[in-house]
C-alpha cells in the first residue's frame, strides 16, 4: 500500500462525510444521514475509510448479522479510480470477515461493470472466487414502475 494512504474503521461521526462521499461518487445511491450514523454506528467494526493525508479518497461499508457480512456500500472518488483504492478496502473487509468467521455477500445491478469488475479483479488477483448466489429484487407497491434488480454474489477464499 502507498505510504501516503492511510486506512480507519468508520466511526460514527463520519455519517455526513460518507453521505458525502456518496454524492460524489455516482452512480451510488444516496441514503438519508440516518442511514449513515447507523451503518457507521452499529457496524462501523466493519467499514473502512482510505485516506490520502487529510482527505477521504474512498470507503467500504457492511453490514452484518450472525454469520454474515454484506458489504452494502463502496464509493472511491472518481479521480483515484483504477489506482487500487477497492483492492485495499476489499481486502480489509475480507479480513475483518476471515478474523470473525463471517461469510462475505455483495449485490451488484448488471450495469455495474465498475463495481463488479473491481471485485471480480479483487478475488481473480488474492486467492478468493466470487460465485453468483441469487438475486435481489425490490419492488414497491406504490410505484408499479419501480424496479431495482441485482445480483448477490457469495465472495470466499478459493478451496
Not at 457480512?69 to 472518481?78: M, R
Not at 448488471?110 to 473491481?118: I, L, T
Amino acid at each position: 500500500m502507498d505510504k501516503s494512504l492511510k486506512v480507519r474503521n468508520v466511526r460514527e461521526q463520519d455519517a455526513a462525510l460518507l453521505r458525502r462521499m456518496a454524492a460524489a461518487c455516482p452512480p451510488l445511491d444516496l441514503h438519508t444521514p440516518y442511514t449513515y450514523w447507523v451503518n457507521a454506528k452499529y457496524f462501523g467494526e466493519y467499514s473502512f475509510l482510505v485516506c490520502e493525508g487529510e482527505k477521504i479518497i474512498g470507503y467500504i461499508m457492511c453490514i452484518k448479522n450472525d454469520k454474515q457480512l454484506l458489504i452494502w456500500q463502496i464509493g472511491i472518488l472518481k479521480e483515484y479510480r483504477k489506482k487500487n483504492i477497492s483492492k485495499i478496502l476489499i481486502e480489509n473487509v475480507l479480513k475483518k470477515a476471515a478474523e470473525n468467521a463471517l461469510s462475505v455477500n455483495v449485490s451488484i445491478a448488471a450495469e455495474n461493470r465498475d463495481s463488479y469488475g473491481a471485485f471480480k479483479s479483487y478475488c481473480d488477483s488474492s486467492g478468493y472466487i466470487m460465485n453468483a448466489v441469487g438475486e435481489v429484487k425490490l419492488t414497491i407497491d406504490e410505484d408499479p414502475d419501480f424496479i431495482e434488480q441485482e445480483v448477490l454474489y457469495e465472495i470466499k477464499p478459493l478451496g
